[in-house]
């Protein structure tokens, strides 16, 4: 029996809730502004903290495996575990054993990510693309979020020392703890899978390669999605997405003080990135939503609003390339109006990292059905874990041991985003259509 509407709203509340605690590994630059100093962590140890820590957050393949086999509740609750023993344990390491907060925000990266794909693959499977774009909105926004928490605590505990990334990590861990549990709460409201089966959109004659898709698959079964093409193009614009967004996201205060070096008149102007980055971030997933139904409602393909959302986002840090080789450093330097230019496009590099994360699920659901979304959204994810174990640490390794590191970052960027939305553009395959989109 479908949901009544009272009881579709509560669930898509509660996955609201559940994501919107789920991105605060995103936000841990945040924190590790007071961490690396007292735990006298190198510049190259904390550019593998961000990854390790996001790592799960991407990863999910495990996570849509569990949620195929036991359900939301289940494997939500046991994200929200691992996410509250992650970050208590984090509060709790001495300071000899410091490395082992690598273990600990990766448990909480993982739990994150298990919590989040739980939230997301049931609103997939509700069929509404309202609850896809509120719950990836929420994870939008969730980088300000638990940015926002910081410096509430830092304030309120008029903290000001290295050491108040403790009390930070402790309420993040009481805060994401129990919104995430009061989130799974909801998923007691299951969704009668006859009601809202969307099925595989690939024709009787491909079938996904001679495989029926309609039905669960085993893991080993289900990696037939990765001989289709559609899924390969998909992978690879994912990637780009994601990359563009950890890159600012993780390197913000490096790119600010290349911009404008080190010790210029508005040294922490890097930190307005992180409360309208989100922002733009949580519009962007909004956005893509309603743009990408009105193009499906007019014959246009889903796919093209991918293309659209990559070739913006190319613009955007290929300018903030290009000012760095047309503009003198004396004119960023002093120049207010150029300063404020540079942060607005790096802000807006949050449009295309949020259209990725409501766009690209709503299309794995209705490109190959949603039965098996939580395995073949995982295999997909896998392209947004390079990403986000890349990113940070190529860009810092480029952008302080060669010269110009930084600049070539942006052209490199541009040059991903570039490469997939010309693909399909040109490729026939994207004017394939789903027999079964979401609905409104």
């Known amino acids: 029996m479908a949901l009544k509407p009272t009881k ?109 794909i739980c939230a997301l693959s049931t609103m997939i499977k509700s069929n509404t693309s309202t609850g896809i774009a509120l719950v990836s909105a929420c994870m939008s926004i969730s980088l300000a979020f638990g940015a926002s928490l910081i410096s509430f605590y830092d304030k309120s505990a008029h903290c000001d020392t290295n050491a108040c990334w403790r009390g930070e990590i402790m309420i993040w861990a009481i805060v994401a703890g129990v919104c995430a549990t009061l989130g799974t709460l909801t998923f007691k409201l299951k969704i009668d899978p006859a009601d809202t089966m969307q099925h595989s959109s690939i024709n009787e004659g491909e079938a996904l390669l001679h495989k029926e898709t309609d039905k669960p698959l085993s893991l080993l079964e289900s990696t037939v999605i990765l001989k289709s093409p559609q899924f390969w193009i998909l992978f690879f614009a994912y990637f780009a997405g994601i990359s563009s967004g950890i890159f600012v996201i993780t390197q913000a205060e490096d790119l600010w003080d290349y911009f404008t070096t080190v010790g210029s008149t508005h040294p922490t102007w890097f930190s307005w990135v992180f409360i309208f980055f989100p922002i733009f971030n949580y519009s962007g997933t909004l956005i893509s939503v309603w743009i990408s139904n009105i193009m499906v409602h007019n014959g ?29 450093l004396k004119t960023r330097e002093e120049s207010t109006i150029i300063q404020v230019l540079f942060l607005a496009l790096l802000m807006l590099v949050g449009l295309g990292f949020g259209s990725s994360f409501s766009l690209f699920p709503m299309l794995i659901g209705e490109i190959f059905g949603n039965v098996n979304f939580g395995k073949n959204f995982g295999f997909l994810q896998i392209s947004s874990s390079l990403a986000a174990v890349g990113t940070p640490i190529v860009s810092g390794i480029l952008g302080r041991s060669v010269k110009m590191g930084f600049v070539w970052m942006y052209f490199i960027e541009g040059t991903i985003l570039l490469i997939p939305s010309l693909i399909i553009l040109l490729s026939s395959i994207s004017h394939r259509k789903s027999r079964h989109s979401m609905d409104i």
């Not at 510049?43 to 903290?49: F, K, V, Y």
């Not at 246009?300 to 760095?324: E, F, N, Q, W």
């Open 300 to 328: 246009i393909p889903r796919m093209k609003s991918i293309a659209v959302m990559l070739i913006i986002s190319a613009a955007d840090v290929l300018v903030c390339g290009l000012i760095h080789l047309l503009v003198p």
């Open 8 to 116: 579709l709203t509560v669930l898509i509340v509660g996955c609201m809730i559940v994501a919107m605690v789920s991105g605060f590994p995103n936000a841990i630059a945040a924190i590790g502004v007071k961490l690396k100093p007292d735990l006298g962590f190198s510049a190259l140890q904390m550019n593998i903290l961000a990854p390790v820590t996001m790592l799960g957050l991407f990863f999910t393949v495990p996570a849509g495996m569990a949620f195929d086999s036991f359900g939301a509740l289940v494997t939500s609750a046991v994200g929200s575990m691992m996410i509250i023993v992650g970050y208590l344990c984090a509060y709790f390491v001495p300071l000899k054993l410091a490395w082992f907060i690598y273990i600990f925000f990766g448990s909480a990266g993982f739990g994150s990510g298990i919590t989040f």
